[in-house]
């Protein structure tokens, strides 16, 4: 991540065997929405922000696009995770 005149700029290398670039791009995309929302709100806690709740009734659906079992079982931990950390 760098501070440009035009903003900030981020480059992501990600794994093309593991992931879809539809994937990182909706990835990318709830990175920005969680930053605006930080930065209008700063004094909110992350896990308060509407990104995460729809992060969480999203999780079902996301799960059906993953591409193998293992990617499967690590969502499932990690969703679990997620609701008792």
Excluded at 30 to 58: C, G, K, W, Y
């Amino acid at each position: 991540m760098m501070d440009t005149t035009q903003g900030m700029l981020l480059t992501l290398e990600y794994d093309t065997d593991l992931y879809y670039a539809n994937t990182i791009s909706a990835m990318l995309a709830h990175f920005q929405t969680l930053l605006e929302e930080v930065t209008a709100n700063p004094e909110q806690r992350v896990t308060e922000t509407l990104l995460l709740a729809d992060e969480m009734s999203s999780m079902a659906a996301e799960r059906l696009a993953l591409q193998t079992q293992d990617q499967a079982e690590e969502f499932n931990f990690q969703v679990k995770t997620a609701r008792n950390p």
